[in-house]
């Protein structure tokens, strides 16, 4: 087995990784570690021309996250620490259209009374829709069927319906 690393060696192979990776796909840019805790290390890939990386709805982006975490499980014995990979900044402009959608279904369950269910997303996407839709009062959401084909629900919270 592989020792266990530091959260500093894992962000350090991470970083050196992504970097190989931008390398080898021949694109320009920085890959930035920032630890948020003892168990969380967010990772930026910044730099012109990335969409490649990202993909169509962030399909690349999301196996790139799947890859950099079987990266760090591999080197290091047991889990790896959580990780969050973003590039370009596509996850938080991703989020932040995500929740205002997501507002505007919330609202429409409030004033029909009538289930909205939405179309499978990856765990990261349905926080978003589970956090805006706890804005709204009067709907609840929850997450149904198996990965990768998980979705969610959002439907008229009992009692809290004007």
Known sequence: MAPTLTVDEEATEARNFLTGLLEEFGLTGTVTTTIADEETIEIAVDGPELGLLIGPRGATLSALHEIVRAVL??????????????????????????ARFITGVANTVVETGQEQVLDPMPANDRKVVHDAAKTVPGVATRSEGEEPRRYVVIYPAEGELN
């Open 73 to 98: 499980r591999t080197r290091s014995e047991g889990d790896s620490r959580r990780i969050r990979v973003d590039v370009a900044g596509y996850r938080a402009r991703r989020a932040e259209a995500l």
